[in-house]
C-alpha cells in the first residue's frame, strides 16, 4: 500500500468500495469541521514531565477519535490515570489548558482530565435530525462516558442523553439511573450558564426536550433568555426558531432569516430559508448555500427529499449519494429507503410484499447502501439491513442470507443497536451468550456507581 493511501485511511477511517455506492466517507466526527491533531514530536522536547505525558495521552486520544476506536480512549484514560503528580502540578496545567470546573470536581487532576476526554467539537451535529443519531457511535459514547468518570456536567448529562436514545426502543419506562443521571446533570449545569454549550442544553431542556428528558418544565421565556446568552450560532438560531413554535413571542419574519443566514453564514439557517420560500428554484437555491458556503452536508439530503417531493427520482439519488460520499449516514439510508421502503415504519406484511415486488438488482443495492450506512458506525444502517436479511431468509429460506444476518447483527451490536441486541438474543441464542458484553450495556451498568461521585 502506498504511504499516502495509509495515511487517507489514517485520517478518514475504513473506506468502503462497493460495486454500485463506491464510498470513500469520511469520519464526519472529526472531519474538517471539527479537526483534532495531533501534537508534533518535535513539541514535546524541553517540556516537563507532565506536559509530555499529557501530550502523548492527547495523541492517543486523537487516534481514537479518528479512527473511531473506543478502545484507544480507554488506552488513554488508563495512562491517565496512573499519572501520579503533585496537586500543585495539576493546578499549572488546568490553568494552562484552560481547563473549566465543575460543580462536582474535587482535584485540578480531574478538571483535566474532563477537559482532555469531553469531545468538545460535536455540537454541530445538532445542526440537522440527520446528523444528531451520530451522538449514538461507540467512540462519542466512551468519550462521554470517561469525561463523567472526571465529574464533567455536560459529559454526564451527553452519557444519560445518548443511552436514552439507544434504549429508547424499549417499552419500559425511563431507566431510573438514566433519569437520575439527567437529574443530577441538569442540577449542576443550572450552576454554570456562562458556557454557551450548557446555555444550549439548559434552553432545549426548558423546550423540546423537556418531553423526553422529563426533568425540567417547559418554560420558552427562561428557555430564550438563556439561549441568547449562550451568544453562539447554535444558541442564537435556537433562540429565533422558540419564538416561531411557542406561544408568547413575536413570530420571527423571513427577513431575520435571511440576515442571520447571512451574516453568521450558518447552514440551518439556509435550510430553513428553503423551506419557507415557495418556489422550487429558491429552495434548491438556499440548500446549495448551506452546503457550499457552510459546509453543511447533512443539506444534501435536504435537497434530496426535496427532488424526490418534485418527481425528480434520479436528482434525488444523486444528493443522496452525496450525503453519503460526505460521510453523512442517513443519505444511504435514504438511497436504501428508495429500493425497498422504510423498512423500520412500514408493516411487517407491507415489508413482504414490498419485497417480493422489488427486482434482485434493486435488492442488492438497497443491500448495499444499508451496510455502507452501518460502516460508518451509525447503527441504523445495521437496523434496516437486519429487517432486509429477515424479510430475505423468510422468503428464500437460504442459508448464507442466515449468515449474513447474524455477521449483521453483530456489528450492529458493537455499533450500539439496541435493536441488534434484542434481535440476536431472540434469533441466535446460543451465539448470543457467548457474546462480549457492549459498550453501551457496560456504560449503563457503570451509571449507578458513577453517580455515586457526584
Excluded at 452519557?159 to 449542576?188: C, F, G, M, W
Excluded at 416561531?244 to 451574516?263: N, V
Aim: net charge positive.
Amino acid at each position: 500500500m502506498k504511504l499516502k493511501n495509509r495515511i487517507f485511511i489514517l485520517l478518514y477511517g475504513l473506506c468502503i468500495d462497493c460495486e454500485g455506492y463506491a464510498s470513500e466517507s469520511p469520519n464526519i466526527l472529526f472531519s474538517s469541521q471539527t479537526s483534532i491533531k495531533e501534537t508534533p514530536l518535535s513539541s514535546i522536547i524541553s517540556k516537563s514531565p507532565l506536559t509530555k505525558d499529557l501530550e502523548s495521552i492527547w495523541n492517543d486520544i486523537t487516534r481514537g477519535h479518528n479512527t473511531s476506536s473506543p478502545k484507544l480512549l480507554r488506552t488513554a484514560y488508563k495512562k491517565f490515570k496512573i499519572l501520579s503528580y503533585s496537586e500543585q502540578e495539576w493546578e499549572e496545567a488546568a490553568k494552562k489548558e484552560y481547563a473549566a470546573s465543575w460543580p462536582s470536581q474535587k482535584t485540578f487532576k480531574e478538571r483535566v482530565g474532563a477537559l482532555f476526554f469531553y469531545p468538545v467539537t460535536f455540537a454541530w451535529l445538532f445542526e440537522s435530525p440527520y446528523t444528531e443519531a451520530c451522538l449514538q457511535a461507540p467512540v462519542m459514547l466512551q468519550a462521554f462516558e470517561i469525561s463523567a468518570r472526571f465529574r464533567h456536567s455536560l459529559g454526564l448529562y451527553y452519557l444519560a442523553y445518548t443511552l436514552d436514545n439507544i434504549y429508547s426502543d424499549t417499552n419500559d419506562e425511563k431507566r431510573p439511573e438514566i433519569k437520575q443521571a439527567y437529574q443530577v446533570a441538569l442540577k449542576e449545569l443550572q450552576q454554570c450558564t456562562d458556557n454557551p454549550a450548557v446555555c444550549y442544553v439548559l434552553g432545549r431542556n426548558y423546550t423540546e426536550d423537556s418531553y423526553k428528558v422529563r426533568v425540567l418544565e417547559i418554560n420558552p421565556q427562561l428557555a430564550c433568555k438563556l439561549l441568547e446568552k449562550g451568544d453562539d450560532n447554535n444558541n442564537q438560531f435556537a433562540a429565533l426558531t422558540i419564538r416561531e413554535k411557542m406561544k408568547g413571542f413575536k413570530i420571527p419574519s423571513y427577513k431575520e432569516y435571511k440576515k442571520f443566514a447571512k451574516h453568521n453564514c450558518y447552514g440551518p439557517a439556509y435550510v430553513k430559508l428553503s423551506i419557507l420560500n415557495t418556489t422550487f428554484e429558491k429552495k434548491v437555491r438556499y440548500l446549495d448555500r448551506a452546503i457550499k458556503k457552510t459546509h453543511m452536508k447533512a443539506a444534501f439530503i435536504d435537497k434530496g427529499l426535496l427532488y424526490l417531493q418534485n418527481g425528480n427520482r434520479e436528482e434525488a439519488i444523486k444528493s443522496f449519494l452525496k450525503a453519503g460520499k460526505e460521510g453523512i449516514a442517513e443519505g444511504y439510508i435514504n438511497l436504501g429507503i428508495l429500493k425497498v421502503g422504510d423498512l423500520l415504519i412500514l408493516p411487517r406484511q407491507s415489508i413482504s410484499d414490498t419485497i417480493e415486488r422489488t427486482s434482485p438488482k434493486e435488492i442488492q443495492e438497497a443491500i448495499q447502501a444499508f451496510e455502507l450506512a452501518g460502516k460508518l458506525h451509525y447503527a441504523k444502517g445495521w437496523d434496516y439491513l437486519a429487517i432486509l436479511y429477515i424479510e430475505l431468509y423468510k422468503k428464500t429460506r437460504e442459508e448464507p442470507y442466515g449468515h449474513k444476518l447474524r455477521s449483521c447483527l453483530v456489528e450492529g451490536i458493537k455499533d450500539n443497536s439496541f435493536k441488534a441486541y434484542e434481535l440476536m438474543k431472540v434469533l441466535f441464542p446460543e451465539d448470543f451468550s457467548s457474546l462480549k458484553t457492549p459498550l453501551f450495556q457496560k456504560c449503563y451498568s457503570n451509571l449507578a456507581k458513577l453517580l455515586k461521585q457526584y
